[in-house]
């Protein structure tokens, strides 16, 4: 399985950004995706994660209410709507798949993703 990103870039506090992650092969239904970021010499965290089998989505408390995860099963293809940037939002992106089902209020954490994609960057000035 191939995972590959796009939609990163440079925009100025408050703009806003697509990201999309798109699947060579996979059926996105039966597993957790997520996005997760990685600022320079900061540790990667989750940003937010989707199980579509019970229409659940996870969100890191820093982007509730501005980040908005969805995907499209028939295209292969998850996003990461990014509204109302801030400067502290500035990392690499990374998506990734095949994550197991959320259990007990719990989502997985990276360790649990067996596949990534490149990265991709954002930069808020």
């Known amino acids: 399985v191939q995972l590959v990103e796009s939609g990163g870039g440079s925009v100025q506090a408050g703009g806003s950004l697509r990201l999309s992650c798109i699947a060579s092969?996979?059926?996105?239904?039966?597993?957790?995706m997520g996005w997760f970021r990685q600022a320079p010499g900061k540790e990667r965290e989750a940003v937010a994660a989707?199980?579509?089998?019970?229409?659940?989505?996870y969100y890191a408390d820093s982007v509730k209410g501005r980040f908005t995860i969805s995907q499209d099963n028939a295209k292969n293809t998850f996003y990461l709507q990014m509204n109302s940037l801030k400067p502290e939002d500035a990392a690499m992106y990374y998506c990734?798949?095949?994550?197991?089902?959320?259990?007990?209020?719990?989502?997985?954490?990276?360790?649990?993703?067996?596949?990534w994609g490149q990265g991709t960057q954002v930069t808020v000035s």
């Open positions: 990734a798949a095949g994550g197991p089902a959320p259990y007990g209020g719990r989502w997985p954490s990276e360790l649990l993703y067996p596949y």
């Open positions: 092969v996979f059926t996105y239904s039966r597993y957790c």
């Open positions: 989707i199980y579509s089998v019970l229409s659940a989505t």
